[in-house]
């Protein structure tokens, strides 16, 4: 069974930080592109952030220099750390795995960033 549970979300302020975790089971993890997508209310889902299988990384642009990926083979995690955040960075942050055949997703988990 597919498992992917995502934790760290929370309410913070303007310039704070947060680090969210995504905790997998039943992938393929080593193989599997992670990401992290996010969605704000009314809004369309879209990505932050990727890592793949060989640690290249890639960024939206409005995240760059304040976000960072990283995964661990070892405990089939993905890491989202967070800094300067802003209010525009609050949504949902959905942990993704992708592969050729297929992608799996979590089931969410709330930032909010308001003073």
């Known amino acids: 069974q597919v498992q992917l549970v995502e934790s760290g979300g929370g309410l913070v302020q303007p310039g704070g930080s947060l680090r969210l975790s995504c905790e997998t089971s039943?992938?393929?993890?080593?193989?599997?592109?992670m990401g992290w997508y996010r969605q704000a209310p009314g809004k369309q889902r879209d990505v932050v952030a990727t890592?793949?299988?060989?640690?290249?990384?890639n960024y939206v642009d409005s995240v760059k220099g304040r976000f960072t990926i990283s995964r661990d083979n070892a405990k089939t995690m993905v890491y989202l750390q967070m800094n300067s955040l802003e209010p525009e960075d609050t949504a949902v942050y959905y942990c993704?795995?992708?592969?050729?055949?297929?992608?799996?997703w979590g089931q969410g988990t709330q930032v909010t960033v308001s003073s």
């Open positions: 039943g992938i393929a993890f080593s193989a599997a592109t």
């Open positions: 993704n795995a992708n592969f050729a055949i297929a992608t799996y």
């Open positions: 890592i793949t299988n060989s640690d290249r990384t």
